[in-house]
């Protein structure tokens, strides 16, 4: 069965400082994989996704996730935090194949501080 | 602009009483879904919908029930059966092929009363 673990429940960095949240799978075959953000009472909504080719993808707001087999890991990186990239961030992982199944991991709550 | 409306913002539930928590989208999805979003849970699926008058249980569907009568529409009924539904409600659509990612709305948040 896939599934996603993201260790860090809370994060704490301040503004201007670079910013790397973590992400493992389980997954048998080649997966898919995203980062969600999602701001308190909001919906989530798509940063970057990862299917195929560059290890290295870049999303919006200057973030960018790199894909490492070896690790089963997706981290997401960010060189400087701004203020407004305080939310939470969800990891997810989609089947290849059938019915697209997506697990997402529990989340991390990221504060920014002046 | 296509996306996912979701309504209302919040809602009110008194025991023993059923409420429906609306979903539309203007963009096309074939496939629908429902996740109830609980604090340090994250995600988890309630029910799932690939195509029109077709839905499937997803991992936590006791106490819900779903309808899907048009591709745009994808209700969610808490029934009195769920003792817990106090929660944040998530509805998202997705092509349904491929790699295709799911695009969220802004969520019900429900209560009891």
């Known amino acids: 069965a896939q599934s996603v673990t993201q260790p860090d429940i809370h994060i704490t960095v301040s503004e201007g400082a670079s910013l790397e949240l973590r992400c493992n799978y389980s997954?048998?075959?080649?997966?898919?994989l995203f980062w969600y953000v999602q701001s308190p009472g909001q919906g989530l909504q798509l940063l970057l996704k990862?299917?195929?080719?560059?290890?290295l993808v870049q999303g919006i707001k200057g973030f960018e996730a790199e894909f490492k087999r070896s690790q089963s890991s997706f981290n997401l990186r960010k060189p400087s935090v701004h203020w407004s990239d305080a939310a939470e961030y969800f990891c997810?992982?989609?089947?290849?194949?059938?019915?697209?199944?997506?697990?997402f991991g529990t989340g991390t709550k990221l504060q920014v501080i002046p | 602009d296509g996306g996912i409306t979701q309504s209302p913002k919040y809602l009110f539930r008194k025991e023993g009483q059923n409420v429906t928590l609306s979903c539309e989208q203007n963009?096309?999805?074939?496939?629908m879904y429902w996740y109830r979003q609980d604090p340090g849970q994250g995600l988890r699926l309630i029910y799932y919908?690939?195509?029109?008058?077709?839905?499937q249980k997803g991992d936590i569907a006791e106490g819900y029930s779903v309808s899907r009568e048009k591709k745009e529409s994808f209700p969610l009924t808490v029934t009195s059966a769920q003792k817990n539904p106090t929660a944040f409600y998530l509805c998202?659509?997705?092509?349904?092929?491929?790699?295709?990612?799911?695009?969220f709305g802004d969520g019900t948040r429900l209560s009891i009363l």
């Open positions: 919908s690939q195509i029109v008058n077709d839905f």
């Open positions: 997810a992982v989609l089947n290849s194949g059938g019915y697209q199944k997506v697990t």
């Open positions: 990862y299917f195929s080719g560059d290890t």
């Open positions: 998202a659509s997705s092509i349904g092929q491929g790699s295709s990612p799911q695009h």
């Open positions: 997954y048998g075959a080649t997966p898919y």
């Open positions: 963009l096309n999805h074939d496939a």
